[in-house]
């Protein structure tokens, strides 16, 4: 005679649930108490960030939530995830790694069909055999709620990383733009963005030769070079950093920048304390003035100090080129630009007409007539300072600053 094997119907499992259910919930202090220790002991770290009653309370009611359905989910119904949603919110706020977070639940999985299996055993072990369909139901059921936290955790993860880069980048803004004197602003700005209040700071202002494409394709903006650290902002037509120095100098800041960056860039001299960096900001943006336009050059401000004076006034230094240099203008363009390219060349040389004829391929006596000619049409002699100081600066206003008392390069804004 053959033996026939009893399916047990849906009416049976719910049954054996909601009995097995009704005597968990009984025990349900018992076994949050369980499934804590087993959560703590697998992760120790856990209750550094999450206080341990809260997530005794957490636990019971996940866990309450959980066997509770247990009968409904035996006649179709899908588990809640309202629980296990705001459970992970509240621990990607908190910090807690979703690894863990998820390998609670797993181990709330384990306990729940472990627990089940007790009680069943305990209460009618001839109805283990049918509790084995139940197994699925148990574990569909952790598997929905962890989709779920781990759903919600990402989501909060993503959205508490918007608001902190919306928010260093708001108090990095407040900084450059000279608010560091208040004193609760610039403690914020240090603790959000990991900076010294009164470290030593230096501000560069880059701008591509390509706008708008950025600092090009292969510029990797990086954050630390050697002793340097540097926090970017994108502004709508250059990259500001600012860079704490630690001991060295803006000059190690060119050149960390030297082999990453292909444009025209200003830095500012070193300044102490977050509450320097608006003045560094402008500083490193007067700086950026002297460049000419298209000209890769990283300048520092202590290098070009003349330029840099010239394009803070750009309406006086355009009167000043007009009036030193504004003879030439009666010449033929291209006689003009050989007189101003042996007047800038004479200046880059120190004077030297020997160096200067070298620099131009051309001979030392045509260097002295072009120089002579270029006395007698501005009045000015190169052998008075006063004189050679009103010529380079008129010849500086004339390459840095428009007719118009603009600077030719472009102001920073943004």
Request: proline fraction near 5%.
């Amino acid at each position: 005679m053959t033996a026939t094997t009893t399916v047990p119907s849906d009416a049976d499992l719910a049954e054996i649930a909601r009995i097995a259910s009704r005597r968990l919930l009984e025990r349900l202090p018992e076994l949050t108490d369980r499934l804590i220790t087993e959560i703590v002991d697998e992760d120790p770290g856990y209750l550094d960030l999450v206080p341990r009653d809260e997530l005794w309370q957490t636990v019971h009611d996940i866990l309450g939530e959980s066997i509770d359905h247990m009968a409904r989910h035996a006649l179709g119904e899908e588990p809640p995830v309202d629980k296990a949603v705001a459970i992970g919110r509240r621990r990607a706020e908190q910090g807690l790694p979703l690894e863990s977070l998820l390998r609670s639940f797993r181990i709330g999985g384990r306990l729940c069909w472990e627990a089940m299996i007790e009680v069943v055993s305990a209460d009618n072990p001839q109805a283990l055999p049918k509790l084995l369909r139940f197994a699925g139901i148990v574990w569909h059921t952790n598997e929905v709620q962890s989709n779920a936290v781990a759903a919600a955790y990402r989501q909060t993860e993503s959205e508490l990383l918007r608001r902190n880069g919306e928010r260093m980048a708001a108090l990095l803004d407040a900084l450059l733009e000279g608010r560091g004197a208040d004193g609760g602003l610039a403690k914020a700005a240090s603790a959000a963005l990991d900076l010294p209040m009164n470290g030593r700071y230096a501000v560069a202002v880059l701008r591509p030769l390509h706008r708008p494409t950025g600092c090009g394709p292969g510029f990797e903006r990086p954050e630390r070079v050697g002793g340097l650290r540097f926090v970017w902002r994108m502004r709508t037509d250059v990259e500001v950093a600012v860079v704490d120095l630690g001991d060295r100098r803006p000059a190690d800041v060119a050149a960390a920048l030297e082999q990453r960056f292909a444009g025209e860039a200003g830095i500012s001299p070193a300044v102490d304390g977050l509450a320097g960096l608006g003045r560094a900001r402008w500083l490193a943006e007067i700086a950026l003035q002297t460049c000419r336009p298209g000209e890769r050059r990283l300048a520092q401000l202590d290098d070009r100090l003349p330029a840099a004076l010239v394009v803070s006034q750009p309406e006086l230094s355009g009167y000043l080129g007009d009036t030193v240099l504004g003879p030439l203008s009666a010449l033929d363009p291209a006689d003009r630009q050989v007189l101003l390219e042996t007047l800038a060349a004479w200046l880059d040389c120190e004077g030297s007409a020997a160096r200067t004829a070298a620099r131009l391929y051309c001979h030392r006596n045509t260097v002295f007539n072009r120089l002579r000619r270029l006395e007698q049409l501005t009045s000015r002699s190169l052998h008075r300072p006063r004189d050679v100081v009103e010529l380079a600066l008129a010849l500086d206003a004339l390459n840095l600053v428009g007719r118009d008392g603009a600077a030719a390069s472009g102001r920073c804004r943004g």
